[in-house]
C-alpha cells in the first residue's frame, strides 16, 4: 500500500514539474534564428549538425533555414542581413546564423559560441525579421552579386543560340547541308538524314555536356573547388573575350583567314570526311546520327570556348542537379535549332551557296557577340568567385 503511495506520488511530482517547466518555455520570449546554407556544401556539415543540435529540438527557438543556392532563399537571406543592421560589405554567406544583429559566418559558427549566443538571448527573446525582410525582399540591397543571381534561365538559351552561330559550327552545318543536297536524295530521305544528322550532334553534346556536369558535382564535394573553378574560368573568359574582339577586328579588315578562334584545319578536314563517309553509307541514316555524333565531338574544339562557360554557369547558378540537367537540355536544344530551321529551308528550296554567303557576311558580327558574351561571363564568375569584393 505504501510503496504504490510513493510510486503515485512520484508520478504527480514528475507531471506537475513537467508542466511547470513546459509553461515557463512557452511564457519564454521566442529566439528568432536565420540559418543560411546551401545544397552540395561539404563545409556545411558540421554547422548543420550543431544547428541541428541547439536550435532546431529547444522548444523556445523558431528557427527559419535558407537555401542559398535558391535564388528566393538568397534574396530573403539579403533582406534578412538589412532589416538586422548587418553591414552591406558582408553578403549571405553558407554556411552562416543570423541571431539578433549579430550574423556567425563559417570560422565563427562553433558549439560554444552558438550556446553562448542563445543563452544570451534566453531572456529578452529577439525580433521576428521575417515580416520585414518578406516586404523588401529583391529591393533591399542594390548588390552586384544579388544582381547576377536574377539572370536564371536567360543566359543559357542566349548562350545556346550563340554557340550554334559560331563561324566554325555553322560553317560545318553549311558543308553538311550542302553536302546533302549534292547527294540527290528525295525529300522524304533528305528530311529524315538531317533529322537522324541531327539527333547525332544532339545526342553527343549533351552527352559530353552531362559528363562534364557530373564531374563538377563530384568535385564539389572538396572545399574551395568551386570558387576555384569559377575564378579559372572568369580569367579564361576574360582571355576568350580579347582574342574574340580581336578576331572580330581582323574580320572587318578583310582578314578572316587569320582569326584565332577558329576550328584546327586537321579537325576541320575531319568533320568534313565524317559527313562524307556518313552520307555515302548505305544504312545513310543510322551512319548519319554517327557521323552528327563524330562532328560534334571534333568542333568541341571550338564551340567548348562557349560551352564549358555556359556548364559552370548552369552548374553554379542552379538551385539543384535536376534545375541543371533540364538547363542542359534547353542549351543544346537552342544548339542544334539553327540546324532543323536550316534543314526546313532547305527542304523548301534554299541554296546552299545562298546560306554560304550568308554565314560569311555574318561572321563579323557573331564575333562580336561572342565577344561581349565572354566578357559578360568573365565579370559574373569573378563576381561569384570573389562576392566580398563585388558587394
Excluded at 546551401?38 to 523558431?62: F, G, M, Y
Excluded at 553509307?281 to 557521323?291: D, G, I, Q, S, W
Excluded at 555524333?293 to 535536376?322: K, N
Aim: net charge positive; aromatic share 10%; hydrophobic share 50%.
Amino acid at each position: 500500500m505504501h510503496d504504490w503511495y510513493r510510486l503515485w506520488r512520484s508520478a504527480l511530482g514528475a507531471l506537475l514539474l513537467s508542466t511547470l517547466c513546459l509553461s515557463a518555455v512557452q511564457g519564454a520570449p521566442t529566439v528568432h534564428a536565420y540559418y543560411f546554407w546551401k545544397a552540395r556544401c561539404p563545409a556545411c556539415a558540421k554547422p548543420d549538425s550543431i544547428v541541428e543540435t541547439l536550435l532546431e529540438n529547444d522548444p523556445q527557438v523558431k528557427l527559419l533555414s535558407l537555401d542559398l543556392y535558391r535564388p528566393a532563399d538568397y534574396e530573403l537571406a539579403d533582406a534578412l542581413l538589412t532589416v538586422a543592421g548587418i553591414p552591406k560589405d558582408r553578403l549571405p554567406a553558407a554556411p552562416a546564423l543570423l541571431l539578433g544583429e549579430t550574423y556567425l559566418e563559417r570560422d565563427q559558427l562553433s558549439e560554444a559560441t552558438v550556446a553562448a549566443m542563445l543563452a544570451s538571448h534566453r531572456a529578452t527573446g529577439t525580433p521576428d525579421l521575417h515580416e520585414k525582410a518578406t516586404q523588401i525582399r529583391g529591393h533591399a540591397r542594390n548588390t552586384l552579386p544579388l544582381q547576377l543571381r536574377r539572370f536564371g534561365l536567360l543566359p543559357v538559351l542566349g548562350a545556346g543560340l550563340l554557340d550554334a552561330l559560331n563561324p566554325c559550327a555553322i560553317a560545318t552545318l553549311v558543308f553538311f547541308l550542302s553536302y546533302l543536297g549534292m547527294m540527290g536524295f528525295g525529300k522524304r530521305v533528305t528530311l529524315i538524314t538531317g533529322l537522324a544528322f541531327t539527333a547525332g550532334v544532339f545526342a553527343a553534346y549533351f552527352s559530353l555536356g552531362l559528363g562534364l556536369l557530373h564531374a563538377l558535382h563530384l568535385l564539389d564535394a572538396f572545399g574551395g573547388v568551386r570558387q576555384a573553378v569559377q575564378g579559372v574560368i572568369a580569367v579564361a573568359c576574360m582571355g576568350f573575350a580579347a582574342v574574340t574582339l580581336k578576331d572580330y577586328q581582323r574580320i572587318r579588315e578583310g582578314l578572316t583567314a587569320e582569326t584565332s578562334l577558329q576550328i584546327p584545319a586537321s579537325l576541320r578536314r575531319g568533320t568534313h570526311t565524317l559527313i562524307r563517309e556518313g552520307l555515302r553509307a548505305r544504312l545513310v541514316v543510322p551512319a548519319a546520327f554517327v557521323a552528327g555524333a563524330g562532328v560534334a565531338a571534333l568542333e568541341l574544339a571550338c564551340t567548348g570556348q562557349v560551352y564549358i562557360p555556359a556548364i559552370i554557369y548552369m552548374f553554379s547558378a542552379s538551385a539543384t542537379r535536376g534545375d541543371a540537367l533540364r538547363w542542359l537540355l534547353l542549351y543544346d536544344f537552342m544548339f542544334v535549332l539553327p540546324l532543323l530551321v536550316l534543314l526546313f529551308l532547305v527542304m523548301r528550296g534554299l541554296s546552299s551557296k545562298w546560306l554560304a554567303a550568308v554565314a560569311r557576311g555574318q561572321a563579323g558580327r557573331t564575333k562580336l557577340a561572342m565577344g561581349l558574351l565572354f566578357l559578360a561571363a568573365g565579370v559574373y564568375f569573378l563576381v561569384l568567385a570573389f562576392p566580398r569584393a563585388a558587394g
